[in-house]
């Protein structure tokens, strides 16, 4: 099993910590992981992306110019990694400033309002971890124990008391992701 993933957003939306976690969670597995991160110097508000692969082999090389996954949340990614996406890989989006939807008929496409849910809730920073938890149901390609030792790994020890809130996110986003577009 080789995942090859994109996420790619805004500044501040939490790219980087979902892939972040993603990643580090897949080393308390025992795969082989690669994270490579991608930003501007504005940080907040400018373009962020990372490329993650989680692998059951060695991983050659961390550039990918095709993705079984792209994780998209917003327009800019969407224009720039839809096409990308290898036919039959799985585009997962977040509809919040999402203008032009996804076009392509090759691919499955998948919705997830984490956008909505985090301001319905009141906890805009778990914002990212609905969206990860939307991806792991549809590729539940790390367990669930892993994911929490990923996300302490990954957080700053003084956000410790937020693990079991980014864990009820995570089985939310597994809850409201759903289906646009499903190919044989």
Not at 47 to 59: H, K
Request: charged share 25%; hydrophobic share 40%.
């Amino acid at each position: 099993m080789t995942e090859e993933i994109i996420i790619a957003g805004f500044g501040g939306q939490g790219v980087l910590s979902m892939g972040k976690i993603l990643a580090y969670s897949g080393v308390m597995e025992d795969k082989e992981v690669s994270w490579m991160p991608s930003y501007g110097p504005e940080m907040r508000g400018g373009t962020a992306n990372v490329t993650v692969i989680i692998s059951d082999e060695r991983i050659s090389s961390p550039i990918l110019s095709t993705y079984d996954t792209a994780i998209i949340l917003n327009q800019q990614s969407m224009d720039k990694f839809e096409p990308m996406i290898k036919s039959g890989g799985l585009l997962l989006y977040d509809g919040n400033g999402i203008t032009r939807h996804p076009v392509r008929k090759d691919i499955n496409i998948f919705r997830v309002d984490a956008a909505d849910e985090s301001a319905r809730i009141g906890l805009s920073k778990v914002f990212n971890m609905i969206v990860l938890g939307g991806f792991l149901k549809l590729k539940p390609i790390i367990g669930p124990e892993f994911i929490h030792k990923g996300l302490e790994k990954s957080l700053p020890k003084r956000h410790h008391g937020m693990i079991p809130e980014n864990e009820r996110a995570i089985e939310k986003g597994k809850e409201i992701v759903y289906a646009l577009q499903e190919i044989a």
